[in-house]
Nanobody
């Protein structure tokens, strides 16, 4: 069965770094694009990073561009989100997600088939 198990997250100060991990199982990992979303209380989730099946194409919105880096290790069936220079506005629950397609644009277009359990990231000023 498909599973996306997240680790990482926590409470940090502004300017610090965190790395989130998403370990996948139950499907052919390298066949699908993946992404990271975040959700603040009372808000809808927003995309913060997307990566294609091979890891050679990525996408970031302006809010995190230059600070966040998404990567994947297809031999380990794991996707990562490296977050540097964190700001208080980055505070949210972060979710990893698997797309139904192979292209990073499938993630941007909302083609999501599975979600991780989520992990809290809190950035204090």
């Amino acid at each position: 069965q498909v599973q996306l198990v997240q680790s990482g997250g926590g409470l940090v100060q502004a300017g610090d770094s965190l790395r989130l991990s998403c370990a996948a199982s139950g499907y052919s990992f390298s066949d699908y694009a993946m992404g990271w979303f975040r959700q603040a209380p009372g808000k809808k989730p927003h995309l913060v990073a997307a990566i294609n099946w091979s890891g050679d194409t990525t996408y970031y919105p302006d809010s995190v561009k230059g600070r966040f880096t998404v990567s994947r290790d297809n031999d380990k069936n794991t996707m990562y989100l490296q977050m540097d220079s964190l700001k208080p506005e980055d505070t949210a629950v972060y979710f990893c997600a698997r797309s139904s397609g192979a292209d990073f644009t499938d993630v941007i277009g909302g083609k999501i088939s599975y979600w991780g359990q989520g992990t809290q990231v809190t950035v204090s000023s």
